[in-house]
């Protein structure tokens, strides 16, 4: 397991403290007022929706822990994280978890948004098939509709029925028989959630395994909060000031951190003919669409809602409702330049920001092994012209250093006679013998124990990143209950 926790967990109540008495970002700009009731209602839509969660899981027959979210006081601080409604992997279960830690910790309130404004497929499962020495990567997945996340439902029961047959068949397969039962009791979960919102149904299987300190809502929800659209409303009227100066800092954080890639780590806005795109999608039932603003106004579809883009996802709940953002290591890459944006247009400081990411692989031996071999054969070098170094390890066994010590030291008298040659001649000599012994040399280290593990050195990088798969969800892998 490698975890990546920044900085120590022992600072994040420090950092929040500081937060706090810095002041939540845009309060001197919007007024304590209007920050305070922004954060109350989207606390009380948090509560009103895990509430409606838990007693929709109470329904279907699903247990899962009970947790008391602390009554809302004006006072009280917020510390959040979020993501798309996918099946987690363990870096963003990891993420949740110390999102719980920190919300009891420290008696805040733990505010996990989900981004079910976003595309793709939010019911994508992948698992492995290990057939001796190889692995591949099949996928499925639990959900069907259309692209927009918050508009995908659940697959019919004979749908999942065959693939979590397969799936289950293939881990047993692949010798992962933990995962492989724990994969059956997620089937029955989801068999339970057929037809249901992706959305939810990925939340309740979650919280199945999770122990949760905190409430839950999309941030669909969270935008169709009356106060919260007003916000987005007036960032899109500004159009003519914030397009340019969002480009702007593109550009100069692109220049600044040396990325070529202009969709790095977001694309510019559009400005053409008087019309501007802005970093906001308007999203109906189940799609989006780019909004664009220009002198005539700025176009909203009939029945669409505005929704921020993902740098401005960050600026609305990190810098409005949150005393502390739990960022995984995409957030931690991108949130530097929303920091920046932020001081460009407002002239303040976003409140700074944690990350908490765990990579735990379903085949931890195997992948130490490559990555050992990799490190060995790295070495091999080394290994040849100085063998001494590698004596009393791990390496070589007691029969393959019984023939390589004589060597060794015969190698060594060598080199001294090659030091004290006089002569043309006797230097010749004592370098023929000494190439002739370091061929020796490596004859036996390639015959040695060593041999099985430059083996395995040759695996080539797409192999090792199958075995190495951080993707697996993450009920594969060991959780905690």
Same mark, same amino acid.
């Given at each position: ?14 950092? !929040? ?21 922004? %954060? ?109 996340? %918050? ?57 199945? =395994? ?19 659209? %007003? ?51 308007? $999203? ?13 106004? $700025? ?5 669409? =809602? ?10 609305? !709940? ?5 005393? $502390? ?43 130490? %092994? ?25 390496? =070589? ?76 969800? =993450? ?7």
């Amino acid at each position: 397991m490698r975890t990546t926790v920044q900085p120590a967990y022992e600072e994040w109540s420090t950092i !929040l403290r500081e937060n706090i008495a810095g002041s939540p970002m845009l309060r001197s700009i919007l007024g304590s007022d209007v920050v305070a009731e922004v %954060r109350q209602a989207v606390v009380q839509e948090a509560v009103r929706y895990t509430d409606k969660l838990l007693l929709r899981a109470k329904d279907l027959g699903i247990q899962i822990a009970g947790y008391s979210l602390p009554d809302y006081e004006p006072d009280i601080p917020i510390v959040t994280a979020g993501h798309q409604p996918l099946i987690y992997h363990w870096g963003l279960y990891f993420k949740n978890l110390k999102l719980s830690q920190l919300a009891k910790d420290t008696g805040s309130f733990g505010l996990n948004t989900i981004i079910d404004t976003d595309v793709g497929d939010a019911g994508q499962i992948m698992w492995p098939l290990v057939r001796g020495e190889s692995i591949s990567i099949k996928f499925g997945s639990v959900a069907v509709g259309p692209e927009l996340y %918050r508009a995908q439902t659940i697959a019919p029961i004979e749908h999942l029925d065959a693939l979590f047959t397969e799936i289950v068949a293939d881990l047993e397969r692949s010798g992962c028989t933990q995962a492989a039962a724990s994969t059956a009791r997620v089937a029955e979960l989801y068999k339970k959630l057929s037809g249901e919102s992706v959305v939810v149904a990925n939340s309740l299987v979650r919280w199945a =395994f999770e122990p949760r300190s905190y409430g839950e809502v999309p941030l669909s929800h969270i935008l169709r909060i009356p106060k919260v659209a %007003r916000l987005l409303t007036d960032f899109a009227k500004e159009y003519e000031r914030v397009v340019p100066i969002y480009n702007q800092t593109l550009d100069n954080y692109r220049r600044e951190h040396k990325i070529k890639n202009a969709a790095n780590p977001f694309p510019n806005m559009r400005v053409q003919d008087g019309e501007y795109e802005l970093p906001l999608w308007a $999203v109906s039932d189940d799609s989006r669409k780019p909004v664009v603003a220009s002198k005539s106004g $700025v176009t909203v579809p009939i029945g669409s =809602f505005l929704a921020p883009r993902g740098s401005i996802s960050t600026l609305l !709940l990190r810098g409005y409702c949150s005393d $502390v953002a739990v960022h995984g290591l995409g957030g931690a890459k991108y949130d530097p330049f929303v920091d920046e944006f932020a001081r460009a247009l407002y002239g303040v400081h976003m409140p700074k920001f944690v990350v908490a990411s765990c990579t735990k692989y379903l085949f931890p031996d195997v992948v130490e %092994r490559y990555e050992n071999a990799r490190q060995v054969k790295a070495q091999y070098k080394e290994m040849v012209s100085h063998t001494e170094k590698f004596f009393g390890a791990t390496l =070589f066994s007691a029969e393959d250093e019984a023939v390589l010590r004589p060597l060794v030291s015969k190698r060594g008298a060598l080199l001294e006679a090659l030091r004290a040659a006089a002569d043309p001649e006797s230097r010749s000599k004592a370098a023929h013998q000494l190439n002739a012994l370091n061929k020796e040399i490596k004859e036996s280290i390639d015959q040695s124990a060593v041999a099985p593990i430059l083996a395995d050195a040759a695996i080539d990088d797409a192999a090792l990143a199958r075995w190495s798969c951080r993707e697996f969800p =993450f009920f594969m892998i060991d959780t905690l209950r």
